[in-house]
């Protein structure tokens, strides 16, 4: 089978791929297997040297790696040149506190008794991956586990093959050995396909839908599983904020960057009723200064989205508004040029029970709704089955702050919103999935933890 690679700003075909399949698999598999038992018995040292190599490699072919991701995801230029400098932050953070986080840890250090927990790998890691942030998401993954001395079998998207191949490329060029990092090309039934192997951990970031599939069928495997899933991340805007202009600029780039395709993008904005009409006035203006057109032309926001199919969804969600009783404050319908554009769509008089309040919107449309106080905010935030990430905007933190311990999810921001940060854990809840990447506990994601009773005259030793 061929996996054909489609430029999303042209509809135009870039090149055909050889699809995984079983055979070609199950002898990545027994490759990794060998590669792997290598690998965990590097020094951690030596393993940071190596991954600190591939993020100078990613900075010294930033240009053309931007290019490629741009060319098959379809984002403006900019914002793959960022997203490339945003995974070597990550990078950078991940390599500097593995010596910590993953070195043996002694908990009881007593004349005649010690404890200690050592960071085991798990073995052969498996990544299904998402195509919206390929470099961010990847290597919330891969860094970690290949610093705690896993191999990985890594399943970019069929939306992002070239780039899971440039990664590839690159790891072992910065001296990743052969059989630690493989990759396997192709669409759903490949993954699936990666689901029946004897990997050792599984580690998902997509939708929902799949994610759900992918959980139920390896229940029997007694295997670490970790789903970053999506999100309906509300915004709330109080009525003390300091400059209206300034935070409705924010958190339109909030809602839209990307085209609104990250999981944390703002998808439900809610405004107190004193600052209502003067922030939708803001935020509408400022959406419509943003220039549309080809990703690889200067000054461009909103350029193609990735799936063909997306559009479709974007259609019902303003039809089902409109039928609703929203009022449609711009855009609302497909550009009508080749590929797959979107216009930017703000929606107001919205209420919950609409699709574009509720369902993933995941591209250039949100919804902004009025309140009258904070509970019934908190309420509204609270009325999904996602929980990622949700943000309040005040000039009280201690405001904020009461009001996001209240909201369900796994991030809160104050006076920001659609951030990540290596230094923090990652995760979701409901169906925003679980189990979390980044920060320390990200990096002992990807091990098994050993407890060592020592009796008697023991010593520090390294296993
Ligand atoms: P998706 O679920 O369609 O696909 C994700 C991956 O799963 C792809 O590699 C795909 O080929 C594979 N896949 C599809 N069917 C499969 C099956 N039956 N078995 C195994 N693998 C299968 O998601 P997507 O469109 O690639 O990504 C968008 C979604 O990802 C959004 O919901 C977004 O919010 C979410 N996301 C979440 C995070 C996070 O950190 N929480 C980050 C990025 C994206």
């Given at each position: ?122 073995g052969i890691i498996c990544n ?33 093959s070239l780039t899971g191949l ?293 010593k520090k030793t390294a296993v």
């Amino acid at each position: 089978m061929q996996l054909t690679v489609i430029n999303p700003a042209t509809g135009q075909e870039i090149i055909k791929l050889d699809e995984d399949n079983d055979q070609s698999l199950s002898e990545k598999f027994t490759n990794l297997k060998i590669g792997q038992s290598n690998w965990q018995t590097i020094p951690l040292q030596q393993r940071v040297d190596i991954l600190m190599r591939f993020h100078l490699l990613l900075e010294n072919h930033q240009a053309e790696l931007a290019d490629l991701l741009t060319s098959e995801v379809g984002k403006p230029l900019q914002q793959s040149i960022n997203e490339i400098n945003g995974a070597r932050g990550r990078i950078a953070w991940l390599c500097k506190h593995a010596t910590t986080y993953l070195a043996d840890e002694y908990m009881v250090e007593e004349a005649n008794m010690g404890e200690k927990i050592v960071y085991e790998p798990l073995g052969i890691i498996c990544n299904i991956s998402a195509w919206n942030y390929p470099y961010l998401v990847g290597i919330n993954v891969i860094i970690p586990a290949l610093l705690a001395g896993n191999a990985v079998l890594y399943k970019p998207s069929e939306f992002a093959s070239l780039t899971g191949l440039q990664i590839r490329k690159l790891l072992l060029e910065a001296g990743v050995p052969k059989n630690v990092f493989e990759i396997a090309i192709g669409k759903g039934p490949v993954g699936a396909a990666l689901l029946d192997m004897e990997l050792d951990g599984y580690y998902f970031t997509g939708s929902y839908q799949t994610g759900q599939f992918i959980y139920q069928k390896l229940a029997h495997k007694m295997v670490p599983c970790q789903l970053e899933l999506g999100g309906k991340d509300p915004l709330y805007i109080t009525d003390d904020i300091a400059d209206i202009k300034n935070t409705a600029i924010g958190t339109a780039d909030g809602a839209f960057y990307n085209n609104g395709q990250s999981c944390c993008s703002v998808e439900r904005i809610y405004v107190h009723e004193l600052v209502y009409d003067k922030y939708v006035a803001a935020f509408v203006e400022e959406v419509t200064s943003w220039k549309i057109g080809s990703a690889m032309d200067e000054g461009v926001y909103i350029a193609a989205l990735t799936r063909p199919a997306q559009i479709e969804i974007l259609e019902n969600q303003v039809q089902d508004a409109l039928t609703k009783g929203a009022q449609l404050l711009c855009g609302g319908k497909r550009i009508a040029r080749p590929g797959n554009y979107f216009e930017p769509t703000v929606l107001c008089q919205v209420t919950n029970d609409m699709l574009v309040m509720q369902e993933e919107s995941f591209g250039p449309i949100i919804g902004i709704m009025k309140v009258c106080h904070d509970e019934e905010a908190i309420s509204l935030m609270n009325d999904t089955v996602y929980g990622l990430t949700a943000s309040v905007y005040s000039r009280s933190q201690k405001r904020a702050e009461a009001i996001l311990a209240k909201v369900n999810a796994g991030t809160g921001y104050w006076n920001c919103c659609d951030r990540v940060s290596p230094a923090l854990p990652w995760s979701g809840r409901k169906h925003s999935g679980f189990g979390a990447t980044l920060s320390h506990a990200g990096l002992r994601a990807f091990t098994k933890p050993k407890a060592y009773h020592l009796k008697g005259d023991w010593k520090k030793t390294a296993v």
